[in-house]
């Protein structure tokens, strides 16, 4: 049996740092959205315990997100089941979208049907955040609220929202931001009412800024080339990718006056995560 799942990318719409744990982790505000740009998992179970890795791999092998899933999984469980993974990637990697910890939490979600675990949700996600702290809101399945290092998650429902992304070609190293001096650590809380006003108006690119984009302007001339040309976008996460709320005929004439070598995609927002509903059926 083979299982064909899809790991959507999210956009952070906005991420506000309100300050630092003194282990060095940072606490956080943000919006985290799923939308309909994905990687596609493809699982089988091997009746042996080896977890092999085939199609699109990122970096060391050795240290791909879905393969420490698998063992983390096997581990937990004591499953002898072993899994060949095969990953087609659309998401592109180190631009703040989530793509590797989405891979793994589809990973985790595909075995635990495939090896006939039954393990719920709440242990999935407390499993994902060994693996990283993204990795339980793509578990959770749904859009939300999220506060502390991102594992605190409070599920919320809002309308499709069609978003224009574009991907600079370069990759942006995540602890480069989070660790320089300049970084604003003590934006003031928000509260959720700020949503209600959102859903309201539309206006969703209101609801905050990101505390990390001038960072990354700072560091990555190419991303600074493009927020600066195009200042109605907004990075995501640690970047390199920005978003706008935008239609998608407005997005193909933006599109059209870009570097050959940028990546870029019209997308929604989805409901529901596509993993958790095929396997829900």
Known sequence: MILNLL???????????????????????SV????????????????????????????DPS?????????????????????????????????????????AATTLMGLNHLWNLHL???ELMRLGLQLGADVPFFLLGTNAWVEGIGEKLIPISIPSIPFAIIWPGVNQATGE???????????????????????????????????LEPIVKIVNPEVNKLLTDLPQFRLTGSGS??????????AERVFENLPSRWKHFSVKSLTIHPTLSALSC
């Not at 790991?7 to 505000?29: C, D, S, T």
């Not at 791909?64 to 087609?88: E, H, M, P, W």
């Not at 970084?183 to 990101?210: C, F, P």
Request: some cysteine.
């Open 7 to 29: 790991a959507p990318a999210k956009l952070n719409l906005f991420l506000h740092i309100v300050g630092r744990r003194q282990n060095g982790y940072h606490e956080l505000q």
């Open 32 to 59: 985290f959205v799923l939308v309909d740009l994905c990687d596609t998992i493809s699982l089988s179970a091997r009746n042996d315990p080896e977890v092999v890795r085939t199609g699109d791999i990122v970096g």
């Open 63 to 103: 240290k791909d997100l879905c393969v420490r899933a698998a063992k983390l999984l096997q581990q937990y469980t004591g499953s002898s089941f072993g899994a060949t993974i095969n990953v087609v990637k659309r998401i592109p990697s180190g631009a703040g979208m989530g793509g590797g910890s989405s891979d």
């Open 120 to 122: 719920t949700k709440d």
């Open 177 to 211: 931001i989070f660790s320089h001096p300049d970084l604003t650590r003590n934006t003031k809380y928000v509260t959720m009412s700020i949503l209600d006003a959102a859903q309201q108006s539309g206006e969703w690119m209101r609801l905050g800024h990101n505390d």
């Open 241 to 250: 990718a920005v978003f706008a709320v935008m239609p998608k005929d407005e």
